[in-house]
């Protein structure tokens, strides 16, 4: 039976949302009709809503899947009697939450397509990972990609475009969201699927492309052969991707060639300098093992953009002023979008920090209107200088500081809680090897979005869409914040 299905994603850490390209492939080769609705940079339009025999909700992060709820209560406001679903990443916690009819996780294509064909309610989340079928995402009744962020590079503003030539990961970091849902499984995408979708990219003004995987070297052959097929098609176009540090060492062949096809960066989480979080994260990692892959990479002439997970049950003042010392010495200043040195630990649910008693006991009640369990440091201090921290970046960020501005105040603030005096720190501050890639959409893992970070407001408050995040009608260098950082996964 033909249906009209409309996709809504809330927000897909500043690009063109994939899944939904993917949903709306499967669902029109199955005879539906289907729009397509981005709430991070167009409006909710309510003849959409009452156009649709269902509404299905892409929740591929914790913010977005946040956002979702606040604007599925607005649906049902308004077409009480359509069946609505989530479908991504987060759909357990969405079906633990309330509020939809169902919610499909992992390879969700097959419950999708099932669900569309005879929508009902469920009382949990179908998590499938058997491999979906190959298929080539349909963007094209998404918004433009120059509506999206953008990688700017001295002058140079390239416009970014998003594929993933897998997903799932083989590693299980407790923190993070994906072995919760393949434990250890990778999926991965035809290279003829990726590089077809590079292809509309491409058509589409993209002159940068973003490698979306988890871990790109989770299936490394697999992922050299999809990028050499683009480089092959597209050799103008750069790249990105992110990869796990242990990964990123484990296969240090590949970098010469990744460095010769366009490669502009590498995103890695770092997360701590302290062995104690790294063990009780089992990142697989050392702060020995980031300081060789920063020079690794720099051998090739890649920067590396760490995200870091600074604040946890098990951080100590002193950890923070070694995490800053580490960034000054590697001079990665300008690599690190300042907002990264408030992050905590975010643990939804089914999160394999659970397992951890480390953390397990600073936890406090489940909140399910966060999705979280809110936890507290055992020394006061640090919930205070966490939430001092997150105020001057996000001010910095609003008045668009300069990064190092930004990063000596927030040193300031981390001393001063040690003890220690940080004057002697300017002269570091100045340092630089030069022009960094800078994506005007900051982004990073695993962290408790703020208030601020979630736009502040939600449908049940406000008649508006979720306020755009990109500014695209102000080019970069002229003194205009592009974007405000997300805290997210």
């Not at 502009?264 to 997360?271: L, N, R």
Request: net charge negative; hydrophobic share 45%; proline share 8%.
């Amino acid at each position: 039976m033909n249906r009209s299905v409309l996709l809504v994603s809330t927000y897909d850490l500043g690009r063109q949302p994939l899944d939904l390209a993917v949903a709306a492939a499967a669902l029109r080769a199955a005879g539906h009709d289907v729009r397509c609705l981005d709430l991070a940079v167009e409006e909710w339009d309510s003849s959409d809503v009452m156009w649709a025999d269902c509404l299905a909700f892409s929740v591929p992060m914790h913010t977005a899947t946040r956002l979702a709820f606040e604007w599925a209560r607005r649906a049902r406001t308004e077409a009480p009697a359509t069946p609505m679903c989530a479908f991504g990443l987060y759909a357990s916690a969405a079906a633990e939450t309330g509020g939809l009819d169902a919610a499909f996780g992992g390879e969700y294509l097959a419950g999708l397509l099932a669900w569309v064909e005879a929508p009902g309610p469920t009382r949990t989340a179908r998590v499938d990972t058997r491999p979906a079928p190959p298929i080539v995402p349909d963007r094209s009744s998404l918004p433009d990609l120059g509506r999206y962020g953008r990688l700017v590079i001295g002058d140079d503003v390239k416009i970014v475009g998003a594929v993933a030539t897998s997903r799932g990961c083989p590693s299980r970091c407790r923190h993070c969201p994906v072995p919760v849902v393949y434990d250890g499984r990778v999926r991965v995408t035809p290279e003829d699927a990726v590089a077809a979708d590079a292809d509309v990219l491409v058509e589409a003004g993209a002159t940068h492309i973003t490698f979306a995987d988890a871990d790109f070297l989770g299936a490394p052959h697999h992922a050299m052969r999809c990028v050499e097929a683009i480089h092959a098609r597209h050799p103008g176009v750069t790249f990105d991707l992110t990869a796990r540090v242990d990964r990123l060492l484990r296969h240090a062949d590949v970098w010469p060639r990744l460095a010769a096809w366009g490669c502009t960066h590498v995103v890695s989480a770092f997360e701590s300098t302290d062995p104690a979080v790294l063990r009780a994260l089992d990142k697989g990692h050392t702060p020995g093992d980031m300081h060789h892959a920063v020079i690794l990479l720099r051998e090739y002439g890649l920067e590396i953009r760490p995200s870091w997970l600074p604040f946890t049950p098990l951080t100590t003042r002193h950890s923070l002023v070694d995490l800053l010392d580490f960034v000054e010495a590697h001079d990665l200043v300008h690599n690190v979008d300042p907002v990264q040195y408030s992050v905590r630990l975010l643990v939804p649910p089914g999160s394999l920090v659970l397992e951890t008693e480390a953390f397990a006991s600073r936890l406090d009640a489940y909140d399910p209107a966060a999705l979280t369990w809110p936890w507290s440091a055992a020394d006061p201090a640090l919930d205070i200088l966490q939430r001092d921290i997150a105020a001057v970046a996000e001010a910095g960020a609003a008045r668009a500081e300069p990064i190092p501005e930004t990063f000596g105040a927030v040193r300031s603030l981390v001393d001063a809680a040690a003890g220690i005096p940080s004057p002697h720190r300017v002269e570091v501050l100045s340092r630089g090897r030069g022009v960094r890639p800078q994506p005007t959409e900051a982004w990073f893992c695993c962290a408790e979005p703020t208030t601020a970070q979630l736009g502040g407001l939600g449908p049940a408050e406000h008649d508006a869409a979720v306020p755009r995040e990109v500014d695209h009608d102000n080019p970069p260098g002229d003194g205009v914040v592009l974007s405000r950082p997300h805290v997210d996964e």
